[in-house]
Structures are given as C-alpha cells and as structure tokens.
C-alpha cells in the first residue's frame, strides 16, 4: 500500500508524510474570524482539511484536528458598531452560522475548537517570554511589537524580501523600531474591550492568538499547520516568527488551499462577489455543495458559476442514484470499501480529480452490471464508490445528511404517496389510459421527481433539489 504523500508549502515540495509521533497526526487549521456570515470560499478551506482528516483516520491515525475561532478583531469590533450589538453578540451569531455551514456540509467537528478570548492568559505568558528573550518590545504607550529583522528566518514561507515589504498596518508606527514590525498587543482604545496586563490595558494582535493556543493544546511543535493561501502572507509568516522567537519548533508541515474565484478573482466581501453558504443551499442539497467543494485539487483555484454547480450536483446525483439502485437489486447497502486506484489517488497530496475519475469508473461497470444483472458486480462497484464517498465525506447513506427523526418521518411519508401515484399510473397503463399515465408522469416530473421503469417495477428519483439536505 502507497503511504500518503503531501506538498509543504515552505520546502516547496511533495513528500512522505511522516508524523513526529507514529501512528499519530496533529493538525492546526486557522479557522473564521467571525465577523460575517460564511460563503464558499470560507467553507471550501473546511471541507478540504476534513477530507484530509477522514483520510488520516482511515489510515489508521490517531488524529488531533484544532480549528480555532477569532472572535476578537478589528472588524468584528466594526460590525458590532455597524449592527448595534455588542461585539461578543456579534462574534457569537457569526459563530453559529459558521457551524451552521460546516454541519450542512459535513464537515467533521475539530477535535477541540478553542476562541481567542478563552486563551488571553496564554497569549499574555507568550508575549512576556518573547519580551524576556529579547525578540519583542514594549515602547510604553501599551503596544507590544515582534522585532522581524531580529529573526534570520522570517519570510521563508512567503519568499519575501523584508525590504520589500510596506509597513505593518497594524498599529502606529510611531512607536517601532522598524515600521515591518507587527503587533503582539494592541493598546486599548476608547470603548474598545481590554484586559488588563503588565504593559498596560489592551487586546491581542491576530497573529498571537493562533501560536498561543497551537501550543495550548498540540504542544511546541506539532504535524500540520493549515489554511487559505491568503493566510501565508502576514499571518502564517508572523505566526512562524514569533513562535520560532519563543523557541518552539512550531509546524513541521504545511498546507494550503488555493481560493474559490468568481470572474477569476478571489471570493471576498471587498470585491462583493462572496456566496453566502444558506444562499446556494436555497438551490443545492448539502451533499451537492461539498461535493462541489471537495471536487478540485485543494491547491487549484476553483472557479465558481451557478452552471457549474447544478452540473456537478447533476453528475453526484447520478452516483447517488446507482448507490440507491444497488441498494435495492442487492437487498441492503453495499458495504464500503476501497479500490487500489482510490488509495493512490488520494496518498499522492490529496489527488481527488483522479479520485473522481475513478469513481466515475466504477459508475460506469456498476451500470453495465445492472443491465447485465450481475449482481457481484453491483456489489463490487457499489462497495469501492461508498468507500470513496466515505473518505469525500460525501456518503449519501451517512446519517449526517439526514436531519433528524422528523425528516425521517417526512421521507417515509413523500415515499408513500409518491409510491401511491406510481400505482395510479400502473393501473393507467394497464388499462391503456396512456394519457393519464403521462400526465401523471409529467406531474412528477414538474416536481423534480423522475420516474425509471425497471423490471421489478417502476422507481422513483428526485431529479433536481429543493434545497433541503
């Protein structure tokens, strides 16, 4: 068996995974800065690091998977003045949309999932050793500044040259010793929240956050560190400088997605072209949408248009379709499993455009089985396309795309009476009323509902979403 393989955005190249502890892997992954409601190009960063984790897993892993939450910055401090809430309620509602959205999507919880606010103390004891060890500096108007020229690495993972940047824009410059260095500690403004610390009231700067509680809670150096390619430049660069500074090893790998585009531009709120996650779920199923998401290479710009989301949630139907088919020729759910071609797909950096061509492979034989009533094959192919699904975190059958007992409920109930308007049409044909078994049929069809005659009799499937998971 092929081990897995992954590109490490700082050595530039794709190798081995080799975890610091065997049979173990630990993951960081910068999660929302709560400020807004979630869009796809938020979402696609979750739904490909929870490919990569369930992947880990099946591989026999013993994963850590940390996704914070910043719920404490400039622009959520904005959006409350903007929607006259307090900007905890602010940071909270956005929160739950954001876990709202990944729900939708299933993509798995973190294994810990911790905020900014809940680890001031660990950011405070952070930014006092970097103090006592000489990489940082308070200059008295209650600010704390990471001294960049001090560190002979900084900018190796964005391959900058620190001469070339522009200043910080951060905090006043009045007060560095060299306007490149960024903030650790923001002095409090008027009205602003603040906790008290030694070098006077304030809060934190956003890169402190995510290196005080990587070590929290997987220690001083850790597997993978993941994120947007947006993150790479200031924040990942500043996240390795000032925990480098603190003599942690920090991460040994890592990882970043490429954007969703619109008209070839990124996804952003500036730009005004983000797609609120609720929004395309008003005309795609949850499934549809991460399997969308999780369709492109996670390093390859996926370029987003309503057309091509219908056909790729058009092309998943038709695999979902045959699983439920299969599922019906074999008597149960064929069983998960995984295919020689699956496995190498995935090992050589998460190769999931092969993996998919595969499966439409699978697709393919399946189909021909069905005609053939082979019934091993149905089996066969069924079981290496679940087992795809599994790891895509796109099964069907899995329970996290129904939503709950009430829709169980409904499911059983729309599956009675459309079954009673097939038996209506049966009797229509029988009696040669073929007009009446076509209109029902074009009725079902006006619905979204297409109808398959088989030989065990006629089936139905909903052949274009309502928008419900």
Known sequence: MSSLKLYDTLSRTVSEFIPLQPGKASIYLCGATVQAPPHIGHIRSGVNFDILRRWLVKSGFETTFIRNVTDIDDKILHKAVHEQLPWWAVALKYERAFTDAYTALNVLPPTYEPRATGHITQMIDLIASLIERGHAYAPGNGDVYLEVRKLSSYLTLSNQNIDDLLPAQDADDTFKRDVRDFALWKAAKAGDPFWPTPWGNGRPGWHIECSAMAHAYLGAEFDIHGGGLDLIFPHHENEIAQSEAAGYGFAKRW??????????????????????????????????????????????????????????????????????????????????????????????????????????????????????????????????????????????????????????????????????????????????????????????IALGISIEDTAQGPRWLISRSEGSN
């Open 255 to 444: 990882l970043h997605n490429a954007w969703v585009t619109a008209s070839g531009e990124k996804m952003s709120k500036s730009l005004g072209n983000s797609l609120q996650v609720t929004e395309l779920l008003k005309s795609v199923r949850g499934i549809e949408l991460r399997w969308y998401l999780g369709s492109a290479h996670y390093r390859s710009m996926l370029e987003f248009s309503p057309a091509a989301l219908e056909e790729s949630a058009v092309g998943f139907r038709r695999i979902e379709n045959f699983l439920l088919r299969a599922t019906e020729i074999l008597g149960s759910q064929p069983e998960p499993a995984l295919s020689a071609d699956f496995v190498a797909a995935i090992n050589e950096d998460l190769a999931v455009p092969q993996a998919l061509a595969g499966i439409s492979e699978q697709l393919r034989l399946g189909n021909s089985a069905i005609t053939e009533n082979d019934n091993a094959g149905i089996a066969s192919a069924a079981g290496f396309i679940r087992g795809a699904l599994e790891v895509l975190g796109c099964d069907p059958f899995d329970p996290a795309f129904a939503s709950g007992a009430q829709s169980e409920s409904l499911t059983g109930a729309l599956d009675g009476v459309i079954n009673l308007v097939l038996a209506q049409r049966t009797a229509a044909r029988d009696r040669k009323d073929f007009a009446a078994s076509d209109q029902i049929r074009d009725g079902l």
